[in-house]
């Protein structure tokens, strides 16, 4: 064992999902060692406690997974968890945490980021829950990068992490899992396999794109292999280091192959993406694109169809920039819906508390109480649950939802590589006209509202401010402004929309014109276009 000297480095604060940078900076000397020495002293030290260790297989995954092995061992760690190669979906990460009852996890990945010696690469601990890690454990880490002297580092040779079983690194054990079968097995006991073969057997079907990332191999076994889809449903399987080139994020924009599939005469029955990590999905049906705050209000309306769910739900949650078609499913249902801000890790506390089994998020992430992460595989099957009992296709669901629910339109427009500066000002003279924008009149609507999203816990009572500015309307069509707390370079400007129809004749309009008022009313308001110099914005979901 060697204790190393160091220093603090500059910039390791941990973001909406843990500590995210590019690639060579992670590289750097120390840096990565720096941060995870921290993340241990940060929970009280790795003495004889166990962790779960797995990442989304982007370049640096195995390298810095050596590196962690050793740090592990050298502060003490009793046992870690891996998944061979290294390799762990989040979800399946977070489900491993706590079949175990291990101490935490640490999961190297950076989501839907591209991937690659010039792209992205993160570091993320999640606690015993198996969730991430709230702001006051986070805040404890920075805090240690910021006084950090020294490291524990055993030196030693690599682990062979290709093939299950146990070995041992200094007087740590690791134990190497499989990757997928817990998982899978975890899947078994929530949805009706059965009735799924049965579908993929009467000829439905799916076309499942991981896009090169971390889903390929739990695509091909439940989806392939255990529930009998053909061969060929899972298409860009392999997960690859740098993704294939491809930008893992399951949106219209990114997953344009799955778009166009799914717009072609002949496309299969149901389509859905996965992200880098496997914890975000996009569904999509023949020429019919569920947005994910539909998609959220549809699973929590369907749910009780699935076994795992049969005895109804707690409660819901979602945060605060997703739309209010799952408050409308609660409503009627009878059930409490939770707000919360961006991030999982506030859905946590909640599921802990037994308040909620379902929850979401705008941005292609949905998941339940099974694990503490959004889970892109799992709402993936719990749709094919839903189509197998309903016996509907995607488009008579989505159309009956709104018949029962009324339709509520959303957008998400994105602004991305704007100048700090230019974002933090934009944001800072918004804040300061907050008081005045309520009854004013704008594109012929009046402002009901208009302030800075804070969050009262309801479990910790911890408060966390600034998590989005929202303005209001009579009548409840908004709009939310946020930066991005994900990216790695600039800011990244966030403008949610959102608007409610009750009229069925109105139902089937394109999002971006029943949204058009309102997009003109936030551009009116806020001015990103004028500031950022952008015509419109870069992604659009
Ligand atoms: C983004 C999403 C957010 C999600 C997070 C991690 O964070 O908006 O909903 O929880 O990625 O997947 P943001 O970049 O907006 O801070
Ligand atoms: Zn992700």
Partial sequence: MTTVKTHPIEGQKPGTSGLRKKTRVFMQTHYLENFVQSIFDGIGGAAGKTFVLGGDGRYFNERAAQVILRMAAANGAARMIVGRD???????????????????????????????????????????????????????????????TEYRILEAQDVDLSTVGETALGDMTVTIVDPVEDYAALMETLFDFEAIRALF????????????????????????????????????????PDFGGMHPDPNPTWAHELMDAMKGDDAPDFGAASDGDGDRNMVVGPQVYVSPSDSLAVLAANAHLAKGYSDGLKGVARSMPTSAAVDRVAEKMGMTCYETPTGWKFFGNLMDDDRVTLCGEESFGTGSDHVREKDGLWAILMWLNILAVRKMS??????????????????????????????????????????????????????????????????????????????????????????????????TVRLYLESLETDPALFEQDPQEALGWVIAAAEEIARIRERTGKTGPDVTT
């Fill in 86 to 148: 290294a390799l762990l979906s989040t979800p399946a990460a977070s489900h491993l945490i706590r079949l175990n009852k291990t101490d935490g996890g640490i999961i190297m990945s950076a989501s839907h980021n591209p991937g690659g010696e010039d792209e992205d690469f993160g570091v993320k601990f999640n606690m015993p829950n198996g969730g991430p890690a709230p702001e006051s454990v986070t805040g404890a880490m920075f805090k240690r990068t910021e006084e950090i």
């Fill in 201 to 240: 057997e009467g000829g439905f079907r799916i076309r499942f794109d991981a896009m090169c990332a971390i889903t390929g191999p739990y695509g091909h076994e439940i989806l392939e292999d255990r529930l009998g889809a053909p061969e060929g449903s899972v298409v860009h399987g392999t997960p690859l």
């Fill in 394 to 491: 995607v488009a008579e669901i989505m159309a009956d939802h709104w018949q029962t629910y009324g339709r509520n339109y959303y957008s998400r427009h994105d602004y991305e590589g704007v100048e700090t500066q230019t974002a933090d000002a934009m944001m800072a003279d918004l804040r300061a006209r907050l008081n005045d924008l309520p009854g004013q009149i704008v594109q012929g609507n009046r402002i009901a509202q208009a302030d800075d999203y804070a969050y009262h816990d309801p479990v910790d009572g911890s408060v966390s401010e600034h998590q989005g500015i929202r303005v209001i309307f009579e009548g409840g069509a908004r709009f939310v402004i946020r930066l991005s707390g994900t990216g790695t370079s600039g800011a």
